[in-house]
């Protein structure tokens, strides 16, 4: 079905992006958990918007813990047609408002 093709394909994108961030080793490496803002996305994901992680360390996501959206380990609850993203950061960025 389409629901399960959109899901598998963004939960092996998360890990793939993950998998690559922890490889580069930067300083202070960090990872924000970015929620889609709108009526679809579910209270747990927008309560964990914004929270900012060091990069091994999971977010508590309804109770479960993820390393990256799409994380097998939050179950279905969180993983099936998910579109939170998480973007990595480290000392090396530069961020202006």
Same mark, same amino acid.
């Given at each position: 079905s389409a629901t399960i093709a959109r899901t598998e394909t963004h939960n092996a994108a998360s890990f793939a992006n993950h998998r690559i961030a922890q490889a580069q080793n930067l300083p202070n490496q960090r990872k924000r958990w970015v929620t889609?803002? !709108?009526? /679809?996305?579910?209270?747990?994901h927008r309560q964990v918007?914004?929270? #900012?992680?060091?990069?091994?360390?999971?977010?508590?996501?309804?109770?479960?813990?993820?390393?990256?959206?799409? !994380?097998? /380990?939050?179950?279905?609850?969180?993983?099936?047609?998910?579109?939170? #993203?998480?973007v990595y950061l480290s000392d090396l960025d530069e961020i202006s408002d």
């Open positions: 889609t803002q !709108d009526e /679809r996305s579910r209270d747990i918007n914004g929270t #900012v992680k060091p990069i091994d360390e999971d977010f508590t996501v309804g109770g479960m813990l993820m390393s990256y959206p799409g !994380d097998p /380990r939050g179950g279905a609850k969180n993983v099936v047609n998910c579109r939170c #993203v998480v």
